[in-house]
């Protein structure tokens, strides 16, 4: 059922033709590349994380749950729970910092609305190994602060900020902003601000305003916003490695270790896919709020 | 819309409601969050040309770095594999891309909607499960891991990207084109590619953009699937990352920082609505 809103083929009289075998065969390179290196790779994943391997690394196809066994260890379930509360604390900062600085952006004039947006964008699309070295070099021992704090003899010996929890935490906060601004300023920009002006008009001040008006009515894009945050920083490990130092191992690095030094595909393909089943349970309840936001 | 161009450019943030303390609240609050964003690779840039080696004082302006950077073999060389890698992927996905929205939009296929989600699949995909799976499937098959498996998962995460830029573009066209070039007497095909292509160009151009974009910034999915002769230049950074800072590395990313700047001032505009356009 085409939307009212679209301008489908349909709604202006003019229906999309019946598949012909030539449209068909237009579509087939695309349908076999989606069966061949999307589904299939996934199916293998799911056959993997049942089998064993040998001495030699080597998958062994098999059926058993002994994977799956293992991942109930205390030693992986609190690698996977330290994982979620990396993400879910990085969510909550982004909110909190992005929400205001979205807020001013939607609500500017459409010429700095435009250039205050491009000036997000040059973040969200700068390489995200750039961005993290960019923190590495401020907070590292022999980094920015460190050396502002030793040569103006305020502390005798640097402060390692580098390979803890704030660090990574930090590194998370910083590539994902962008991904939390941009979904709430496109609710913001949504926004009626007569519906604002009401409030204050029957005497809200500006925190009732706020909490009573302006943030239900930008919900969706928090939870879009966090759906873009939470979701790809449970699973990120490239950024928790860097900085991390691998001494806080988040859930990526595990499987990651599993499918190279360790040589444990299986195991990792287990992992993989209890990582996998994380995610749906995500998408379920985060899209289905999503979706509840929008009565229309 | 019309309410913002009414109320115009009376104040640089415009907001209406609420008294002061408030405007002064979010733009203040907004400058630190531009800051914050800003502010490390600003430092990078600095000292990418600082003469010192280690270190952040400031021992005077050098260009060695960007020599240094120029004559490094072993990040050229994985450089050239990025270019390489991502302009093949990039032609293969933007062919796909573009082709799967048209024929999508045009055509009713049986499960249509099962296809349309599942094109969702590999952008929401973790990168790291697309990389382990797909390791998975090489192995299987014995497909020498190198250039060709590279390439393969690129084409696999960037043309979704393609296609749904495509087929927002798609949803803005009068449909009344092609059937104006199928009244007149033109074939479906001349119809596509006299009149429709050229209407997709900006999409194709922007759509292109962002695939060259994804593909040679990649690292997640590169590592699982790449051998050593087709590393390409996130892995070598990752490498020299991990090791510790090196001005080498700030040249490197200041670099990365201009081009990203020109990127994003082109693709800003393409979406320009192009002058003499209907819609």
């Known amino acids: 059922m085409p939307e009212p809103t679209r301008q489908s083929p ?63 260890d205390p030693t992986w ?19 909190l910092v992005g929400y205001p600085a979205a807020y001013t952006i939607g609500r500017a004039s459409p010429a700095n609305r435009r250039l205050l947006l491009t000036l997000v964008m040059v973040p969200f699309w700068t390489s995200f190994l750039i961005r993290t070295y960019a923190w590495i070099s401020v907070l590292s021992q022999e980094g920015l602060v460190n050396s502002l704090l030793l040569s103006s003899h305020i502390l005798p010996t640097p402060l390692s900020m580098m390979y803890t929890p704030f660090a990574i935490v930090l590194g998370l906060v910083y590539n994902y902003l962008p991904f939390m601004i941009l979904p709430i300023y496109t609710s913001v920009e949504k926004l009626d601000n007569s519906l604002v002006e009401a409030a204050y008009d029957l005497g809200a001040g500006p925190l009732r305003a706020f909490s009573r008006v302006i943030i239900p009515l930008t919900r969706p894009g928090i939870t879009a916003g966090a759906l873009l945050v939470f979701v790809p920083a449970i699973a990120m490990y490239a950024i928790t490695t860097l900085m991390g130092g691998g001494s806080n191992p988040t859930i990526g690095e595990v499987i990651q270790n599993q499918f190279t030094r360790a040589r444990n595909q299986p195991f990792g393909a287990a992992l993989g896919v209890l990582l996998m089943l994380l995610f749906l349970v995500c998408f379920f309840v985060l899209g289905r709020k999503k979706n509840s936001a929008h009565p229309v | 819309m019309t309410d913002s161009t009414l109320l115009g450019r009376a104040h640089f943030f415009r907001l209406p409601d609420g008294p002061k303390l408030v405007r002064w609240f979010c733009g203040s609050w907004t400058a630190l969050v531009f800051a914050f964003l800003y502010l490390p690779i600003f430092l990078l840039v600095l000292f990418s040309f ?19 950077l120029f004559h490094n073999r072993v990040l050229l060389q994985a450089f050239g594999n990025s270019l390489l890698i991502g302009t093949i992927s990039t032609a293969c996905a933007t062919f796909l891309g573009t082709l799967g929205a048209w024929l999508l939009y045009r055509y009713r296929f049986p499960a249509h909607r099962l296809m349309e989600t599942f094109i969702f699949v590999p952008m929401i995909m973790p990168e790291i499960l697309m990389g382990v799976s797909l390791l998975v499937l090489f192995v299987l098959f014995s497909l020498p891991l190198g250039y060709f498996s590279v390439i393969i998962a690129h084409i696999t995460f960037t043309f979704p990207f393609v296609l749904i830029g495509m087929q927002a573009r798609l949803e803005g066209m009068d449909p009344s084109l092609e059937e104006a070039a199928l009244d007149l007497g033109a074939t479906p095909s001349q119809a596509f590619f006299k009149v429709i292509l050229p209407y997709l160009v900006p999409a194709i151009a922007s759509g292109a953009l962002l695939a060259f974009s994804l593909s040679l910034d990649d690292y997640i999915v590169t590592v699982f699937v790449t051998g050593a002769a087709s590393q390409t230049l996130p892995l070598k950074v990752y490498g ?35 002058p003499g356009e209907t819609l």
Not at chain 2, 50 to 68: C, H, I, P, R
């Open chain 2, 50 to 68: 600082n003469q010192s080696k280690s270190g952040f004082v400031w021992e005077g302006f050098t260009l060695e770095w960007y020599d240094a």
């Open chain 1, 77 to 95: 379930l609190s690698i996977f729970w330290d994982s979620i509360v990396y993400a879910l604390l990085a969510t909550f900062i982004c909110v």
């Open chain 1, 10 to 72: 349909t709604a202006l009289g003019l229906d999309p033709r019946r598949a012909s075998w030539k449209a068909w065969l237009l579509l087939a390179p695309l349908l076999v590349w989606l069966a061949l290196f999307v589904l299939l790779p996934t199916i293998l994943l799911i056959v993997t994380s049942f089998s064993n391997r040998d001495e030699l690394g080597r998958v062994v196809y098999s059926f058993n749950w002994d994977n799956y066994r293992r991942c109930f």
């Open chain 2, 240 to 274: 020299m990352v991990r090791v510790g800072l090196n001005p080498q590395l700030n040249a490197l990313s200041a670099l990365g920082i201009v081009l990203t700047m020109f990127l994003v001032f082109v693709s800003e505009r393409l979406k320009q609505p192009t």
